[in-house]
């Protein structure tokens, strides 16, 4: 008798918290609203905002519009604050403006022949030294001291990144007393109009505060489409000068978007469920014709989800508290989160979970892809809040992207916290996604609003069980930042 009493007791809590969990599937079905979604992609999207691009006034505009959306649906400023904005300081480095490099009788231009990643306006002068791929063991015996050092690009794998290498060496060479790098660059995945892009214009980085700043010892690619490798190899001792023109610094503060949501549990409110999205996007391009990269999808998707959560759990608040960060500068280099981990307005030890939202466009309307789907303990709720909206939820479909170390969420992971980013579904990269992709075609027409609705509903739910959760919420073992969760809770 007293052990069917128990089982009675036991069915009757399992039916009344799955009888609560449906009426607030239904609650959340009946509130969100597709207009709202629309409405909000439609300003942050829209030409007048001019694709968002950090450091322009349209930016600021584009973070005014989320922080009196949160004043509105009753957000609250973080403690200690006085306005939803959180100052990120950043170094606007102006690539420069004009740039040669000059052995024997042959000349290589700026642009059309070469890119600088680290630069500093003068003239250097020294012998060519050319060192293979320029890896420790190329240069070791080598005398480098006042030398303008020739190598080439990464380290012989196509698969690698390449800038990796190219910052070693340039500390190798420099500490070597080298006067400057220059690494022979032969266009393949990345053909050299599109490192002519990302290495021009303007780059931006934290600000710290250090007197030195950034190494401004000149490193460049040169653009090897023409086989230059025997030309430096002959020129091994010859004199070369690289002369650079217009290189400039500037200190800019641009914002990020900060407040939250009390919970209602009297002990768990002092935690944290951190919704996150980076707000900026890449602007205007020099293209003819439609030159506005209005960034609809990128992240367009990702605030306009953040706002839609943050106006119904103001209503609907879980257990505990929910933060939200509107990232700025993300495209920069992940720049706003990273400020954000290292000057955190809630404590991380009290930031249970990040969820964040970020998107290059989606080709499965059936799915919501969670990048990180397999790396926390809360797996399991991202299934419910899927299936909950008539939606699946799956990993990452494209782990050698690494997807996962190229968005804001890695931000929180790298001190500890949990984190993953819940986004709408993709199975490949394929036209699908790539026509949309930092293109003047992302515009909020092209988009889906029935199925980012159903999308937006899920997230919302899963913010609710994760903030409601009394289990355990933490790395999976063995996962690589398992060891950072472990110091910042204090974990044994």
């Keep these: 008798m007293k052990y069917l009493l128990t089982l009675f007791t036991a069915l009757l809590i399992s039916f009344g918290s799955f009888s609560q969990e449906l009426e607030l599937v239904k609650d959340i079905d009946k509130q969100v609203q597709l207009s709202e979604i629309k409405s909000h992609l439609y300003f942050l999207a829209s030409d007048e905002l001019r694709g968002r691009n950090t450091g322009t006034i349209e930016n600021e505009i584009a973070a005014r519009y989320i922080a009196e959306r949160f004043r509105s649906y009753g957000v609250k400023m973080a403690p ?141 690619w040169l653009n090897d489409s023409d086989n230059l490798l025997a030309f430096f190899e002959e020129s091994d001792g010859e004199i070369a000068t690289i002369s650079i023109h217009g290189k400039n610094n500037l200190s800019i503060t641009v914002p990020n978007v900060v407040g939250y949501i009390e919970g209602t549990d009297p002990t768990m409110k002092s935690e944290y469920v951190m919704i996150s999205a980076h707000l900026d996007h890449v602007g205007v391009s020099t293209t003819e014709g439609d030159s506005i990269w209005n960034g609809a999808r990128d992240n367009g998707i990702g605030i306009a989800n953040m706002l839609t959560a943050a106006e119904y759990l103001s209503k609907n608040p879980p257990k505990r508290s929910v933060a939200f960060l509107a990232c700025n500068a993300e495209e920069k280099g992940l720049l706003g989160s990273r400020w954000y981990a290292d000057h955190p307005v809630f404590p991380l030890e009290k930031t249970v979970f990040d969820l964040n939202t970020d998107t290059g466009g989606y080709n499965d309307v059936t799915k919501v892809t969670v990048v990180g789907f397999n790396r926390t303990s809360v797996t399991p709720l991202f299934v419910k809040s899927a299936q909950a909206f008539g939606l699946t939820a ?99």
């Design 80 to 220: 200690g604050m006085d306005s939803y904005f959180q100052p990120v300081s950043l170094i606007k480095e102006v690539s420069p403006q004009k740039a040669t490099l000059s052995v024997g009788e042959k000349t290589f231009n700026l642009g059309d022949d070469m890119v600088f990643y680290t630069s500093n306006n003068g003239t250097f002068s020294g012998e060519v030294v050319y060192v293979g791929f320029g890896l420790e063991d190329d240069l070791k015996g080598k005398d480098l001291k006042g030398k303008i050092v020739v190598a080439k690009a990464g380290n012989g794998n196509p698969e690698e990144r390449l800038t990796p290498y190219t910052i070693q060496k340039q500390e190798m060479v420099e500490a070597a007393g080298g006067l400057g790098l220059v690494e022979l660059y032969k266009p393949g995945r990345y053909p050299w109009k599109l490192i002519q892009y990302y290495f021009s214009g303007e780059k931006y980085r934290l600000d710290k505060g250090e007197t030195s700043g950034k190494s401004t010892f000149p490193s460049a």
């Design 394 to 492: 799956i990993d990452d479909p494209l782990p050698e992207e690494n997807y996962y170390d190229r968005s804001d969420n890695v931000s929180f992971a790298a001190k500890g916290v949990p984190a993953v980013s819940y986004d709408p579904g993709y199975t490949e990269m394929n036209e699908e996604i790539t026509k949309y992709y930092h293109q003047p075609t992302d515009e909020p027409n092209t988009l889906d609003y029935d199925y980012l609705t159903k999308y937006s509903k899920s997230f919302i739910y899963a913010v609710t069980l994760i903030g409601n959760r009394t289990e355990e919420i933490f790395w999976k073992e063995g996962d690589k930042y398992e060891e950072a969760g472990k110091t910042l809770y204090g974990v044994e």
